[in-house]
T-cell receptor, first 115, second 112 residues
């Protein structure tokens, strides 16, 4: 089955610790995205990558880091510098080409709670 | 970046047609209009996308007037499973960026 997976589904972190969220896709998509969603709010773009070994900051990149060493994988690290990391994190992928906005395919999300 | 305005919430009875309107007065020439659906604790799912006039697929229709300053998502004969948040996005894919903005969306509640 083709799709996009995120793990773990729930993650608990102690304040001051870094934590890495996994995102894998086997859709052969070039573009990948990370979003953050707070309760009752829309999605905010953290980072995106249009191609391997390249990524760009989104609207709220401070306190986060990413890597894109493989086409299939786009892990997100939430660092201790992120002041309010408790949120629902969503990863998406897309073809990343054309004049129209990318149709983004989302993973199931990871809910991060800082204790 | 064109921002959008949607109703915060809507209620509808099962079996009715639901129309959700989105305002985007600052839409740019190259911008498209895209709608996503999100269920609780899940990632959004693409519904439909259009540039002008009318687009229809197996789940919805999208009506875009000539001035493109608004658009209407139409869901025919909704069921309880259509209860979700619906996001209207306006943007265009540009080199070096994918400027989609997910606002707070419209929370649709379908009533039996």
């Amino acid at each position: 089955d083709g799709g996009i997976t995120q793990s773990p589904k729930y993650l608990f972190r102690k304040e001051g610790q870094n934590v890495t969220l996994s995102c894998e896709q086997n859709l052969n998509h070039d573009a990948m995205y990370w979003y953050r969603q707070d309760p009752g709010q829309g999605l905010r773009l953290i980072y995106y990558s249009q191609i391997v070994n390249d990524f760009q900051k989104g609207d709220i990149a401070e306190g986060y880091s990413v890597s894109r060493e493989k086409k299939e994988s786009f892990p997100l690290t939430v660092t201790s510098a992120q002041k309010n990391p408790t949120a629902f994190y969503l990863c998406a992928s897309g073809i990343g080409q054309g004049a129209a906005p990318d149709t983004q395919y989302f993973g199931p999300g990871t809910r991060l709670t800082v204790l | 970046l064109a921002k959008t305005t949607q109703p915060i919430s809507m209620d509808s009875y099962e079996g009715q047609e639901v129309n959700i309107t989105c305002s985007h007065n600052n839409i740019a020439t190259n911008d498209y209009i895209t709608w996503y659906q999100q269920f609780p604790s899940q990632g959004p799912r693409f519904i439909i996308q259009g540039y002008k006039t009318k687009v229809t697929n197996e789940v919805a229709s999208l009506f875009i007037p000539a001035d493109r300053k608004s658009s209407t998502l139409s869901l025919p004969r909704v069921s309880l499973s259509d209860t979700a948040v619906y996001y209207c996005l306006v943007g265009g894919y540009q080199t070096g960026a994918n400027n989609l903005f997910f606002g707070t969306g419209t929370r649709l509640t379908v009533i039996p």
